[in-house]
């Protein structure tokens, strides 16, 4: 069975602001639309917790790369295009690799905290902002 769009944003949105909310919602919900249930009632405060980290470690990771970008420019003056599309082409590889690098249900454990799992987490998510902050920093060098 398909889940209502207007559910689905709702269920999205309590997730991320409220989830305490999102608990009642659940429970009244999933019996209804025969979804089932988190067996975890932590679960809802993992994916909200990601959500907000996930989003300063964006808004960190474009700031950086701004900065560096307005950084390189006043101290290293103009790039050519053929620098700045080099610098593209390496945020955009660390992007992919990040992407084909993280390992999930291989090394998966219950807690999912064990060492090996974090490291995975370290990696790709430095991958990812290392990645961005460079695609970042040739937008900003070519554009100041």
Not at 120 to 139: D, E, K, M, P, Q
């Amino acid at each position: 069975m398909r889940t209502p769009i207007h559910i689905a944003i709702w269920a999205c949105l309590l997730a991320i602001i409220s989830p305490s909310r999102f608990q009642a919602f659940q429970e009244k919900t999933t019996k209804g639309l025969g979804i089932p249930a988190a067996s975890n009632n932590n679960s809802v405060t993992v994916v909200s917790r990601a959500f907000w980290v996930s989003l300063i470690l964006v808004l960190v990771s474009g700031l950086v790369g701004a900065a560096a970008g307005i950084v390189c420019y006043r101290v290293l003056g103009a790039l050519s295009p053929r620098a700045i599309g080099w610098l593209q082409i390496a945020g955009a590889s660390l992007l992919l690799w990040g992407t084909l690098f993280v390992r999930g249900w291989e090394i998966q454990t219950n807690n999912g905290q064990t060492l090996v799992e974090r490291v995975n987490r370290w990696i790709y998510r430095t991958l990812y902002c290392v990645g961005t902050a460079i695609l970042v920093s040739s937008l900003t060098w070519s554009q100041v």
